[in-house]
């Protein structure tokens, strides 16, 4: 009977050997999927920083040119302005 149940111990370690090799392959498996997986976000991550960076060059240069436009614009009001009340103190004081 003490045959026996070592037998049956030994069954039930090998079989305790083999389902932990099994479980250490799946284990290891899902692990390479993880490091895909971070690689990849690794990459998405990259393009997505490219990509606001070039959104970022592109609305500075927007801004630019309306910086240019809106001191163009500003310019030539004063400049309108300055003639104006010129010509309005010129009528005042009868020059013209």
Avoid: P
């Amino acid at each position: 009977m003490q045959k026996d149940m070592d037998c049956r111990f030994d069954i039930i370690s090998e079989r305790t050997v083999f389902m932990q090799k099994e479980m250490d392959k799946g284990f290891e498996q899902v692990g390479k999927g993880f490091e895909q997986g971070d690689k990849r976000f690794e990459q998405i991550n990259m393009k997505l920083d490219k990509l606001i960076e070039y959104v970022e060059v592109k609305i500075d240069a927007r801004f630019r040119e309306s910086r240019i436009f809106t001191i163009r614009i500003f310019s030539f009001v004063i400049i309108f302005s300055v003639i104006s009340v010129t010509g309005m103190f010129a009528k005042m004081f009868h020059l013209f």
